[in-house]
């Protein structure tokens, strides 16, 4: 009898594993179809027009184009500004991110979601933010005469400005969490203060610098609408340089190995920080999580205060107030009256359509992005998943790794034909804007899904409830704000995205960052004006979608 039971308990068993797996295998095929058909079946278009001759793949196209001066100077001027980048990044923002984790003030919260507005920002507008400031007729120029603009000090203040948030939010959010005992005790044993800080707190803390850093320069090496808009000629990144090639030059060879050469590095880039991640999650489960944030004593700790104050009022809240002052330039509002007027240049429509436009493209991108990902992250739930569900996790990031130009470019070229002839439909931008938002959608819900009990999900399959019942009535009462929050980041993302929009938007139909950049692009106080206005519309209807994720994020018991 107990041998029979035991006998049905693993038929029982093994029954149940059987339908997970094809429950996963099910969740996952709406993703990985996706993929195949919106990223991957574009992507290898365009690089396969590009190094195919005569039916014949030239792979050693590869080693001419590298060969070429100027595409060395890319290489090496992409590099060397994102560990630039980086480097300053991490010696401005590290302070504050010791602000934020040891320090209680009054308004600290405010100060937190001040400094966090940039990194939802358009890249468009940190550029046309920082043109304002440093460029022609510019805060500068107009006090001192002073231009940056076309200088690599505007593209670094910029990415510093950009990734202020990233350093002070992961660096920070660890600092809070350890034990200042551990320091307290070295310093009674008769260390220094610096020598205890070197020997304790700093290697608890590297795994979260790394990854900071690690985050930072794969944004900066990637960097688009910063660098277009401040660099001017003299200055190109890898996706600038592919952009240049597709829509300018048309030299799709020379574009198909630059986004080869680019995807390869943020790849290795990706590695090394899933590996830095992990050390990091070792680290945390090591530390003391209890609050230790306390008014800060003594002259010094006031003075770091006040210094990291005063680096927010100037890196991050002067060149907002310099975009929002330089849209008020004009009497009774022109510049935002003028958004009204079609003018029959680089507009069909009036430019305060792009507004409407933008909305509803995100709206759309994130319904996408939402569905997409919240089937990937429920397909991987499980911890025992195998290489092959590790390897669709790995496929959900690749589209942070492929240059944004030539995924829109991409979608010209390999969705024309039927059935899926879609370069006339609207749905072709919140489909590439969908692709950059899945990985953030995912990245949001996987940790909430993955601290469900799985041992609820077990009785309610024991029950007799299907997946989708487990899903709806175990799962999803957990994972509401979660998803919300995902659809949030996704929003924001969608609303921003610049690098595969600006191929794809019909004239008709410009998104609010294309609108910015061909009005920028063209001559005149009144566009520069207009510019800077929807420039000042974008960054507020991206300020109100951080608001509410702010409050998204947090409950009655604080941040989840």
């Not at 240059?403 to 829109?408: I, K, Y």
């Amino acid at each position: 009898m107990d041998l029979a039971r035991t006998e049905v308990g693993k038929a029982g068993r093994r029954a149940r594993n059987l339908r997970g797996s094809v429950a996963r295998l099910a969740l996952m095929a709406g993703p990985v179809a996706f993929f195949a058909v919106f990223f991957a079946y574009p992507v290898a278009a365009i690089v396969a027009r590009g190094l195919e001759v005569d039916g014949v793949w030239r792979f050693g196209r590869i080693g001419d184009v590298l060969a070429q001066s100027d595409v060395r100077h890319v290489l090496w001027f992409t590099t060397w500004q994102a560990l630039a980048s980086t480097a300053l990044t991490l010696l401005v923002a590290l302070p504050g991110a010791y602000v934020f984790a040891r320090f209680d003030f009054p308004g600290k919260q405010v100060l937190r979601a001040v400094v966090t507005v940039p990194f939802v920002l358009p890249t468009v507008v940190v550029g046309t933010a920082f043109l304002a400031l440093v460029g022609r007729g510019g805060l500068l120029d107009e006090l001192w005469g002073v231009r940056l603009d076309t200088t690599v000090w505007a593209i670094l203040l910029a990415h510093v400005f950009f990734n202020y948030a990233v350093v002070v939010r992961t660096v920070g959010g660890l600092w809070a969490q350890l034990d200042p005992r551990q320091e307290e005790a070295a310093r009674m044993l008769g260390a220094s203060r610096a020598r205890a800080w070197r020997q304790v707190t700093l290697p608890a803390l590297a795994p979260a610098v790394a990854a900071a850093a690690l985050m930072v320069f794969l944004f900066t090496f990637t960097s688009f609408g910063v660098v277009q808009i401040l660099g001017g000629p003299a200055f190109s990144t890898l996706e600038v340089e592919i952009y240049r090639q597709t829509s300018q030059v048309f030299d799709l060879s020379t574009a198909a190995v630059l986004t080869l050469i680019q995807f390869a590095a943020v790849v290795a880039v990706l590695a090394v920080h899933a590996w830095t991640v992990r050390r990091r999650e070792s680290a945390l489960r090591l530390v003391d999580a209890a609050t230790t944030a306390r008014r800060p004593r003594g002259a010094g700790q006031w003075a770091l205060l006040a210094g990291v104050l005063a680096t927010v009022a100037l890196l991050v809240v002067l060149p907002l107030a310099v975009l929002v002052q330089r849209s008020l330039g004009a009497p009774g509002f022109g510049y935002y009256r003028a958004l009204t007027e079609a003018d029959g240049g680089a507009f069909l429509v009036p430019p305060i359509e792009a507004i409407g436009n933008s909305l509803q493209y995100a709206l759309a991108a994130t319904a996408i992005a939402v569905a997409i990902g919240a089937l990937a992250a429920a397909a991987l739930t499980r911890r025992d998943a195998g290489r092959f569900v590790r390897g669709f996790d790995a496929l959900l990031m690749l589209p942070l790794g492929v240059s944004a130009v030539t995924v829109g470019f991409g979608f010209l070229i390999a969705l024309d034909e039927p059935p899926l002839d879609l370069r006339a439909s609207w749905i072709l931008v919140p489909l590439a804007q969908a692709l950059v938002g899945v990985p953030f959608v995912v990245r949001t819900m996987l940790p909430v899904l993955r601290a469900v009990d799985g041992r609820l999900r077990e009785a309610a399959a024991v029950l007799g409830a299907s997946p989708w019942r487990v899903w709806r009535e175990v799962d999803l009462p957990m994972v509401r704000r979660a998803l919300l929050v995902a659809a949030g980041f996704a929003f924001a993302v969608s609303l921003g995205e610049f690098g595969a929009t600006v191929f794809i938007a019909r004239p008709d139909n410009p998104t609010l960052p294309v609108a910015v950049a061909r009005l920028l692009g063209r001559p005149g106080d009144m566009n520069y004006g207009q510019a800077m206005a929807l420039s000042t519309i974008l960054m507020l209807v991206c300020a109100v979608a951080l608001v509410v994720l702010e409050r998204l994020r947090t409950d009655r018991s604080g941040e989840f």
